[in-house]
Each structure stands twice: as C-alpha cells, then as structure tokens.
C-alpha cells in the first residue's frame, strides 16, 4: 500500500489546560487516510470528531503528538503549515455563515486568490468550482445574501473547492437541508471525488447518508477512535454503536428484525439495494442464504 | 483560543457577599466610592480599606483573581503616581534636578492617590466578581424604577442590558468560528501592515455583522410569540426581596460613611 496522504500519530488535543474547564478531546488518536478514499467520520456530538478535522489543516495545533501530510510534519514551519492548508481543504458545519463577498463570484475566488495564483488561474477555478458545487453560471454576479439557504450552501463548498485541495473535509454538510438539497449536494461532493481521484473526509450523523457513499467508516467516541473498518464491518456491530450512541441505517434495522422473524437474509445490508437483492434472493430461490 | 477570556468576570459561590441582593451592592459599591472619595486623612482610608478587606475576605474571592483584575490597570496607577509625583508642589525638596522637582509632599500625595484607584477598582471588581450579570441587570432596573415616572424606558434598557450580556460569549464563539473558517481558505488575520490588517479583517466582519442581525431576528420572533411586549405587567421568576442581611450590610455602609465623614471632621 502506498503512504498515507494524511495521518495522525498519537495526536492528543486538550482545550483549556489548566483551567477549570480543562477537557481532553482526543487522546492518542492515529488516524490514517490513503490518497483516493472516501472516509466517513460518525461519532456522537462531542466525541472530537470535529476536533479532528481541525487538526488535519493545522487550524488547531496537537497538545502532543504530530500531524502529518505525505509524510512531512504540517507545523514544521508556518509557511508549510499555511501551504498545506491550501491542499486539505476544510468545510466547516453551516459554512454559508461565512459567506461576506459582494458577489458569488469574489467569494469562491477568495480562497484562490489568497493561494496568489494568476487572474486567469483563479477564473478558471472559480467556475470549475461553480460547476462541481452545482451553481449556474448566472449565480456568479448575484450577491451570496440573495442566494436560498441550500445555493448558499453549495456556494461556500465551491469557496473551498476552487483550492482544488487533495484532501477535502467536509464537517456535516447536509445539515440543515431539505432532502432535495442534501442529494444534490451528496451529488456534488461524490462527483468532485470522482473527477479529482481526491481524498474526502465526511462527517455526518446521517447513517444512511455514508453508508451508501464511504469506503471506509470511522468511529469516534470520547475522543477515541471506537472502530474503524468498512460500512459492513462496523454496521454489523449494532449493538456496540448504539452503546456509544450511534444507529445503524434504517434498513440494517429492518434486515436484522427480519432474521429475528425467521427468514434468512442478510442482516449486515446497509444500502436499499442490497437490501432488495438479499431478498429477492430469498423470494427466488427459498432457504438458500447468505450473499 | 477567544474563549478563554474572561468576561462578565462573575465567579458563582454561596457567601454572604454572593448572597445580597444586587440592589444592596450597587448602592454599597455607590456609597464606598463617594465615601473613598471623602476620606481625606490616612486615619479614614485605613477604615474604608479594612472595611474593603472584610468583604473581600467575606467573598471568599481569592487575591490571585483580584490582583489580575487589576492588571490592566496598572499603567494608569503608574500615570497618576508620577504625575502627583512631580506636580505637587511642597516644603520640602527631595530631589532637585534639571525640571524635576520631587518634594516630600509628592511622594505622599502620589501614594495617596494610587491607593485610592486600588481601592476604587477592588471595591468595583467585588460587585462584578460576585454578582452575576443578570442579577445586576434586575438589580439596576429596580434601583432605576422611580425614573419611568419620568418616561425613562427603564426596563427595556435592562432588557437590553441582559440581551446584549448573554450574547456575548455567543459572539465570541461565532467570532471564533469564522476566524477558523476563513483562514481554512488561507486568510491571514495577523501579517501586513495596518491597512492590509484592517482590510484583512473584513472576512471576518461581515458575517459577523450579518451573523448578528440574524440572531436578533431571529430573538425578537421568538420573544414575540412567547408575548413579550415590554415590562408593562410583567413578573419575575426570581423576585428581588431585601433580608436581614441586606439591612445588616446596609446600615454598615451608613455608619462607615457617618465615621469618616466624623473623623474628618476632626482632621484626624
């Protein structure tokens, strides 16, 4: 296997040390993510999830520990930590609270333009951008206040796309949206994954959401990672997740009550699809089993 | 990080201090400043500072929180020292050289008057140590209530006194929060010159700003659909009642006031 692009070695973060409020949110975490993988990041409110991602583009400095990007530590100098910033491209939760351009256009371009590329440059990836985060072109000259809640959304993803980053983090970003919003974003970022071959790390509280799009699960509780492994993998232990206060997708849930009932299907199905396919399994060729 | 400051300053407890009603210390923390003011003698400001120290040590306020409250203001006490230092004329010279002239009396009055700025602010930081905003906020539109006869519009100052305290750390946070956001896109808040500084923080700025109008949107429909329509009628879930030891406290603050004003009188 080839290095990872980003990692973590025994990064441990405390907020507030010293302090009456002191708080360890993440302890010995050594968290690995190869060039190309989809990654989705479940674990309860507070679990430091975010506390995580903050660290992967130097935003938070590690109280101990070291973070690395294609092997080179990132707080080594400012300008690395600042030159790494630019490739792992971060989405905070709600970012179209950040929005503070005139037009859609300056604001995507402002990432680009602190990167100091070429007028050129810049509007070539500000559309590029545009077109991968869904906005029409017509949007670009409209102020960003003007936009509905889920164009503003797909604004601000634009604003960190137009980096071009090899890494990019999304932090929950489907919250808030009606369902139509939240596909054609999930749209968006699987097929920005696609044309880039780019690493994407997602955080989300929807299981049905990453269960259909990660190839790979990580759990987090109280700062710990809890598991790590594929969707099947870590859906198979129900019970565990739902001690640490995290769900399986609705259909695991069904397919598994279904075996309590006494048919034989597959109760490690997270997707509709293979949900489907197990059964008609079952309906076409009686007591077979497994897939 | 921004969230470690400390604002509003109040730390929770249970002693005597904590437990007064907040009309009880604002009109106290009134009547010690006029009363620091009158005091003309060494006689007079040790008993306004033992008195100081009695709360203090009622508190249960630790000198180490006291002494960094008064950090910040150390370079005004400096400022007044020397000032006094030099500009107080006297009999007797001490030091005579060049422009300065520093005379015995100086030293006394730059002495006298930095001792009373430390007493001023310690007395000050003992109200907002122990009493939390709120409470002060209902305490002051009390206090104030005799001046809707005036047309004052008491309570929706206090209102808004209360509204703009509890979003403070709110705001920091967002602060915080947009800080990050920005410098993910590679925003630098800290190196250029001032223009570039100042222009640098426009990122920042704005979606605090809207941010900001958002939230109070947002606050006034749903302090309308819980019925609010100001102070006309209104009752409180925590009712402000004087005690014995409201009374106690206060009548200590009449008779510290008779005992200064008495001994300087004397001229003692």
Redesign the interface.
């Known amino acids: 296997m080839l290095a990872p692009i980003i990692q973590t070695e025994n990064l441990c973060h405390v907020y507030?040390e010293g302090?009456p409020f002191e708080h360890a949110a993440l302890k010995d975490v050594n968290f690995a993510a190869e060039k190309g993988e989809f990654i989705g990041i479940i674990g309860h409110t507070g679990s430091g999830k975010s506390t995580l991602v903050?660290h992967l583009?130097g935003?938070l400095k590690p109280t101990s520990g070291r973070v690395l990007f294609e092997g080179e530590d990132i707080h080594s100098s400012r300008e690395t930590t600042?030159r790494i910033?630019?490739r792992v491209?971060?989405v905070?939760q709600y970012?179209e609270?950040?929005?503070?351009e005139e037009t859609v256009y300056k604001d995507i371009a402002?990432?680009p333009k602190?990167?100091k590329l070429s007028e050129a440059e810049i509007d070539r990836r500000v559309r590029d951008a545009a077109r991968f985060a869904g906005i029409p072109e017509e949007f670009l000259d409209k102020s960003p206040?003007e936009l509905s809640g889920g164009q503003k959304r797909r604004a601000a993803i634009a604003?960190?796309i137009a980096?071009q980053p090899d890494v990019l983090i999304l932090d929950e970003p489907t919250a808030g949206l009606d369902p139509k919003g939240r596909e054609e974003i999930i749209a968006n970022i699987t097929d920005y994954h696609k044309a880039r071959n780019s690493t994407i790390i997602f955080i989300t509280h929807s299981m049905e959401d990453i269960a259909r799009l990660a190839d790979r699960l990580v759990v987090f509780n109280d700062g710990q990672i809890a598991m790590d492994g594929t969707p099947r993998e870590v859906f198979s232990r129900a019970g565990e997740l739902s001690q640490i206060g995290l769900d399986v997708p609705a259909v695991t849930r069904v397919m598994k009550r279904l075996r309590e009932l006494g048919l034989d299907v597959d109760e490690s199905c997270f997707t509709i699809e293979q949900a489907e396919a197990s059964i008609l399994r079952l309906k076409e060729g009686g007591v077979s089993g497994h897939a | 990080m921004l969230k470690?400051i400390t604002l509003g300053q109040y730390f929770p407890g249970d002693t005597v201090i904590h437990s007064l009603d907040p009309r009880t210390k604002l009109i106290m923390t009134v009547v010690y400043i006029v009363v620091l003011f009158i005091a003309g003698s060494w006689v007079s400001y040790g008993l306004v500072a033992a008195f100081l120290v009695l709360c203090v040590a009622l508190s249960k306020i630790r000198l180490k929180t006291i002494l960094s409250g008064l950090k910040p203001l150390i370079l005004i006490m400096v400022l007044t020292g020397i000032l006094n230092l030099f500009y107080q004329k006297g009999e007797r010279l001490l030091v005579d050289w060049w422009i300065f002239h520093i005379y015995l009396e100086g030293i006394v009055k730059a002495f006298f008057m930095i001792t009373r700025i430390l007493l001023l602010i310690t007395g000050t930081l003992l109200l907002t140590y122990t009493t939390a905003p709120i409470r002060l906020t209902d305490g002051l539109e009390s206090l104030m209530n005799p001046l809707k006869k005036l047309r004052v519009p008491v309570h929706e100052l206090a209102m808004m006194m209360s509204i703009a305290l509890r979003f403070i750390p709110t705001l920091i946070e967002?602060t915080d929060?947009?800080m990050?956001?920005?410098?993910?896109?590679?925003?630098?808040f800290d190196s250029g010159g001032l223009m570039r500084k100042a222009k640098s923080l426009?990122?920042l700025l704005?979606?605090l700003f809207?941010?900001a109008f958002r939230r109070a949107d947002e606050l006034a429909v749903a302090m309308e659909s819980r019925c609010y329509h100001g102070g006309q009628g209104r009752t409180r879930m925590k009712q402000l009642v004087m005690s014995a030891r409201d009374w106690t406290a206060l009548s200590a603050g009449a008779l510290l006031t008779a005992a200064v004003i008495t001994l300087d009188a004397f001229g003692l």
Do not use: C, H, W
């Open positions: 507030s302090t903050q583009n935003l600042r910033r630019f491209g971060l905070f970012p609270y950040q929005l503070f402002f990432g602190n990167m206040f604003g960190v980096m | 470690d967002e929060k947009i990050s956001a920005q410098k993910a896109r590679g925003a630098d426009l990122p704005i979606p809207v941010g």
